[in-house]
T-cell receptor, first 113, second 111 residues
Framework: DTAVSQTPKYLVTQMGNDKSIKCEQNLGHDTMYWYKQDSKKFLKIMFSYNNKELIINETVPNRFSPKSPDKAHLNLHINSLELGDSAVYFC????????????FGSGTRLTVV | AQSVSQHNHHVILSEAASLELGCNYSYGGTVNLFWYVQYPGQHLQLLLKYFSGDPLVKGIKGFEAEFIKSKFSFNLRKPSVQWSDTAEYFCAVKDTDKLIFGTGTRLQVFP
């Protein structure tokens, strides 16, 4: 019973396309995050939602748009994909009021060709 | 804002060798510190965390870390590594409402 699940696991697409990555958590956490891990393994936060409200929006191109329909789901839509968007995208969740760290999803490896 | 430095980018050890990976955070006060491990092709998993109390923290798989406030450090240790410890190790600090990660240390253990 996966705690934080992401789909798809792999995504290969052409430049200029639009794609979405979905994330769901069944831990009852109130906060969800998107992190980007580049080819050098550096992890950088992109967005965070707390109870469907956007609370962190780092310097990310506006081609990236997160959406949280409810506190258990956080999706990431990317428009007009570029080569530099190739990375592994990790979803994570936490309980802000009772913080014990993140639980991560298994990641989505996005390759733009 | 907090930041985290991991000075060892790539560590190569033989099995049974002892391990210490460095982690320094940028400023004091109350800190919440974490070590995560990422096995090849997998997601990040929590190894251990420090919030308060005993500065020597024990985690899973025989790992431990020591919080030294005067040095702004939270180094990860293991007395005897195994081939299965080959992975990327990330130190992280809680900054307001998010985790800030270090750049990671790649550990390779050879039989």
């Amino acid at each position: 019973d996966t705690a934080v699940s992401q789909t798809p696991k792999y995504l290969v697409t052409q430049m200029g396309n639009d794609k979405s990555i979905k994330c769901e958590q069944n831990l009852g956490h109130d906060t969800m995050y998107w992190y980007k891990q580049d080819s050098k393994k550096f992890l950088k936060i992109m967005f965070s939602y707390n109870n469907k409200e956007l609370i962190i929006n780092e310097t990310v191109p506006n081609r990236f748009s997160p959406k949280s329909p409810d506190k258990a789901h956080l999706n990431l839509h990317i428009n007009s994909l570029e080569l530099g968007d190739s990375a592994v995208y990790f979803c994570a969740s936490s309980q802000v009021g009772d913080f014990y760290g993140y639980t991560f999803g298994s990641g989505t490896r996005l390759t733009v060709v | 804002a907090q930041s985290v430095s991991q000075h060892n980018h790539h560590v190569i050890l033989s099995e049974a060798a002892s391990l210490e990976l460095g982690c320094n955070y940028s400023y004091g006060g109350t800190v919440n510190l974490f070590w995560y491990v990422q096995y090849p092709g997998q997601h990040l998993q929590l190894l251990l965390k420090y919030f308060s109390g005993d500065p020597l923290v024990k985690g899973i798989k025989g790992f431990e870390a020591e919080f030294i406030k005067s040095k702004f450090s939270f180094n990860l240790r293991k007395p005897s590594v195994q081939w299965s410890d080959t992975a990327e190790y990330f130190c992280a600090v809680k900054d307001t409402d998010k985790l800030i990660f270090g750049t990671g240390t790649r550990l390779q253990v050879f039989p």
